[in-house]
């Protein structure tokens, strides 16, 4: 079993549609981390966050510490957002940052 | 400062061939990261440096596989005796410090033929 999971795998949405994009692991984190991967390679980092919610522009992060699962929800989805969606958390320890990663939630967002 | 570099973008080899990638980090960070990433799948942790010391290293690193980032700023990752299963995109990330958002560099492609 992988310490990290996302679901779902892919999602195809319609444009303005609500998306929400699951992640649980199994390991002691000290922060998780939603990223954006377009087509050709380049990773943005959206959010990092250890507790409670995050909000930026349409999309949200929030994470449950206790229940060791986040969502990553994007508001009024537009087909600028279809890229693949990664979860990836820090964990505790000498490190302290080298990520481990999901395997990416493919989002397609249709006009 | 235009963010994490890395050179060359892609790059077509032979198996049995040697290849050494590069990554420019954010002028100012500490930690400089390197990942790959197979297709379908979410990149894997290589290793990292703290400055021009290298920390940690993954099982994934095999003895074929060496990084160096001799004046802690740019690093290199040379694969020696290339094979197929090395094919994917290799990535660098930089960060301020330890627990500090990571940035990510375009990757390089590798293609083992």
């Known amino acids: 079993k992988n310490e990290v999971e996302q679901s779902p795998q892919n999602l195809t949405a319609q444009e303005g549609e609500f998306i929400t994009i699951n992640c649980s692991y199994s390991?002691?984190?000290?922060?998780l981390h939603w990223l954006q991967q377009h087509p050709g390679g380049g990773i943005v980092s959206l959010f990092m966050?250890?507790?409670g919610k995050k909000k930026h522009g349409r999309l949200i992060a929030t994470i449950n510490i206790q229940e060791k699962h986040s969502s990553l929800h994007i508001t009024a989805s537009h087909p600028r957002d279809s890229a693949v969606y990664i979860c990836?958390?820090?964990?505790?320890?000498?490190?302290?940052?080298?990520?481990?990663f999901g395997k990416g939630t493919k989002l397609s967002v249709k006009p | 400062d235009t963010g994490v570099s890395q050179d060359p973008r892609h790059k077509i080899t032979k198996r049995g061939q040697n290849v050494t990638f590069r990554c420019d980090p954010i002028?100012?960070?500490?930690?400089l990261y390197w990942y790959r990433q197979t297709l379908g799948q979410g990149p894997e942790f290589l290793t990292y440096?703290?400055?021009?010391?290298?920390?940690?290293k993954s099982r994934l690193l095999s003895d074929r596989f060496s990084a160096e980032r001799p004046k802690g700023s740019f690093s290199t990752l040379e694969i020696q005796r290339t094979e197929q299963g090395d094919s994917a995109m290799y990535l660098c990330?930089?960060?301020?410090?330890?627990?500090?958002?990571?940035?990510f560099g375009p990757g390089t492609r590798l293609t083992v033929t």
């Open positions: 966050l250890s507790s």
């Open positions: 390991v002691g984190i000290s922060a």
């Open positions: 002028s100012e960070h500490n930690r």
């Open positions: 440096f703290q400055n021009e010391a290298q920390l940690e």
């Open positions: 990836a958390v820090s964990t505790h320890g000498g490190s302290q940052g080298n990520l481990i």
């Open positions: 990330a930089s960060s301020l410090d330890g627990g500090h958002e990571q940035y």
